[in-house]
Structure formats: C-alpha cells, structure tokens
C-alpha cells in the first residue's frame, strides 16, 4: 500500500544522509576508521538510535 511506498521512499533517502549525519565519511579517513565505522554502526543498530537524533545534555534546544 501507500505506507509502504512512503517507508521505502524514506529508507532510500535516508541510506544518502545518514553517513554525512553520522561522520561516517570522515572516519573513512582515519587510521583505524573502519573499525569505528563498525562499532559505530552497531551501536546504532543495536539501540535503534538510527532512528532518532541522540543529544546530549548541553546541545542546544531544537527550537529557540
């Protein structure tokens, strides 16, 4: 159905900023970049943080 399509639409988009968001590309120029690109990755997966933006405590408010 329609929600269907619209999920795939987003996880298509997605696949293209999550790497920028993230700093994957930067790790990929780090000595041991892809081992971090690795634990990163899992620790997303694992606590499903890939789905929403993890703040600290003294990032400013989204909304001013």
Same mark, same amino acid.
């Given at each position: 159905?329609r !929600?269907? +399509?619209?999920r795939? =639409?987003?996880?298509?988009?997605a %696949?293209? @900023?999550v790497?920028?968001?993230? !700093?994957? +590309?930067?790790?990929? =120029?780090?000595?041991?970049?892809? %081992?971090? @690109?690795?634990?990163?990755i ?12 993890? %703040? ?8 001013p």
């Open positions: 159905g !929600g269907t +399509q619209i795939g =639409d987003i996880k298509s988009k %696949r293209d @900023i790497p920028y968001y993230y !700093g994957i +590309q930067q790790l990929l =120029d780090e000595p041991d970049g892809k %081992r971090k @690109i690795r634990e990163l899992e620790k997303l997966l694992n606590a499903n943080t890939f789905i929403y933006s993890v %703040r600290s405590c003294s990032s400013p408010p989204l909304v």
